[in-house]
C-alpha cells in the first residue's frame, strides 16, 4: 500500500506500464492456486488415519494435499516424515490443533537406543512449514558418553551401552538444550539431542524418559504461517490458545530495502526519461544548426560559380565579389 502511495505521487502515470515491469521483480506475487483446499479422501498409512489437507501421502494424485506436507508410507506401514533431512515417524496428526506428533526413528519403538539423529529447536524453526513455538520450548534429552560413572541425579544410564570402560546418559531437561560438551561432567561427551515433550516428572528414570521419548514431539503446522514465510514476511505467536495462532508481519527489513530499491528506481528511471530528453533536444538543435549550415552554404555557393564562370581566372573572386 505505502509503495502505490509513494509511487503514484513520485511518477506520472505514463510511466507505470514501464515501472510494473520492473515492480514483478521486487513484489512477490502470492499464487493462490496452493491454497486451494483439495478434494481428496482421506488415506491412511498403518495407524495414521485419515490424512487429509494439507497432509499427503507420496503416490496419491497430485491434487491431494499439499506437495510441502508430503508423509512416505513405508512397507511396514510406518508413517515417515522428512524433517531437517532425518526420517521420523509419525505417531498422530491433529487437525484441531495443527499438530504432528512424531519420533525419531530410533526411539520410537521404546527400545534402548541412541536417537538417529541430533535435532535442536532451531532446525525446526528453520523449516517454514513447521512451528517450535511453545509445542517444544526448551524440553530435550540430551545423549552424553562418560568415561567414568556419573553419579548425578539427572543423568540416567542407558544400560545397553554400559561397558567397563564407559557409559551413556540420557539428560531429561526442561530448561537447557545442550548442543555441545560445555555445561557436562569433564569425563562426558555430547553424543546428540532431541526434542521431547513436557513431562512433570522430576528427574524421571530411564525407563520413563524411554517412554517419553517413545510418544515422540509435537510440531506445529500452519499452512498460513508457511505461506507468509514464503513471503518473507515474519510468522509469530499472537495467541496462545489451542490451536495457537499466528499472525503474518511484514519483515521489515526486507520492507525497507524494497522501498529503497524502489525509490532508487524511480530515480533512475525518471533520470533516464531526463537525460533522453535532453538529448533530443541536443539532437534536434544539432539537425537544426547543420540544416542552417547546409542552407547556408548553398546560398553563397551559386554566386562562386557564377562569379567564376564570369570573370575566368581574370582576377580573385573576392576582390570581384567586393567590387562588383
Ligand atoms: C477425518 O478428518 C476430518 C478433518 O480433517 C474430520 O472432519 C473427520 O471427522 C475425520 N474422520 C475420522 C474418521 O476421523
Ligand atoms: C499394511 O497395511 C495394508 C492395508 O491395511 C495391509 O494389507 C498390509 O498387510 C500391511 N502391511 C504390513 C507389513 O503390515
Ligand atoms: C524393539 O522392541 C520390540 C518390542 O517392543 C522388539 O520386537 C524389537 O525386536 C526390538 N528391536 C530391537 C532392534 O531391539
Ligand atoms: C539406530 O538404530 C539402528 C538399528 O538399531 C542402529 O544400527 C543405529 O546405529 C542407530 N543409530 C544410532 C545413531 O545409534
Ligand atoms: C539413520 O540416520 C542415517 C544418517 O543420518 C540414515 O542414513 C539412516 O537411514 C537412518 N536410519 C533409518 C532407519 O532411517
Ligand atoms: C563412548 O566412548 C567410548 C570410548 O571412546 C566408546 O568406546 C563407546 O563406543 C562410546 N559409547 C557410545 C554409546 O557412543
Ligand atoms: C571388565 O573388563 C575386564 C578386563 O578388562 C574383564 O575381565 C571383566 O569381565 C569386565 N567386566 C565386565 C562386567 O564386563
Redesign the pocket.
Known amino acids: 500500500m505505502r509503495n502505490q502511495v509513494m509511487f503514484n505521487r513520485g511518477v506520472s502515470t505514463t510511466l507505470m506500464p514501464a515501472l510494473l515491469v520492473f515492480l514483478l521483480f521486487f513484489i512477490n506475487v502470492d499464487v493462490q492456486a496452493r491454497n486451494v483446499v483439495q478434494e481428496c479422501a482421506p488415506s491412511s498409512c498403518g495407524n495414521v488415519r485419515n490424512i487429509s489437507y494439507p497432509f499427503r501421502l507420496k503416490g496419491e494424485p497430485n491434487n491431494c494435499g499439499d506437495p510441502d506436507y508430503e508423509l512416505t508410507c513405508d512397507n511396514n506401514n510406518d508413517t515417515i516424515l522428512e524433517l531437517n533431512s532425518g526420517r521420523y515417524y509419525v505417531k498422530q496428526i491433529s487437525y484441531d490443533r495443527h499438530i504432528i506428533r512424531v519420533a525419531d526413528i530410533n526411539l520410537s519403538d521404546g527400545n534402548c537406543s ?1 536417537p538417529n539423529k541430533s535435532l535442536l529447536r532451531q532446525d525446526i524453526e528453520n523449516d517454514r512449514r513447521f512451528r517450535a513455538d511453545l509445542l517444544i520450548g526448551r524440553t530435550s534429552a540430551s545423549f552424553v ?1 562418560c ?1 567414568t560413572p556419573i553419579d548425578d541425579p539427572k543423568y540416567r544410564s542407558l544400560p545397553c ?1 554400559a ?1 567397563n ?2 557409559n ?1 546418559y540420557v539428560l531429561y531437561d526442561h530448561q537447557q538444550t545442550l548442543s555441545g560438551d560445555s555445561g557436562l561432567y569433564n569425563s562426558c561427551t555430547f ?1 546428540s539431542v532431541v526434542p521431547a515433550v513436557l513431562s512433570n516428572a522430576n528427574n524421571p528414570s530411564y525407563e520413563t524418559i524411554q517412554k517419553l521419548l517413545q510418544r515422540g514431539f509435537d510440531l506445529g503446522w500452519s499452512v498460513e504461517c508457511r505461506n507468509c514465510l514464503r513471503k518473507g514476511k515474519s510468522c509469530s505467536l499472537s495467541e496462545i490458545t489451542d490451536p495457537l495462532i499466528f499472525q503474518c508481519d511484514d519483515n521489515w527489513v526486507l520492507e525497507t530495502i524494497k522501498n529503497v530499491m524502489l525509490a532508487l528506481l524511480r530515480d533512475v528511471v525518471l533520470s533516464l526519461i531526463a537525460l533522453s530528453f535532453i538529448a533530443r533536444i541536443i539532437v534536434v538543435l544539432l539537425l537544426m544548426s547543420v540544416f542552417l549550415i547546409y542552407k547556408l552554404q548553398n546560398k553563397q555557393k551559386p554566386i562562386i560559380v557564377i562569379d567564376k564562370f564570369l570573370q575566368p581566372g581574370a582576377r580573385p573572386r573576392t576582390s570581384s565579389l567586393l567590387n562588383s
Open positions: 541412541l558418553n568415561s551401552f561397558t570402560t564407559s551413556a553424543i
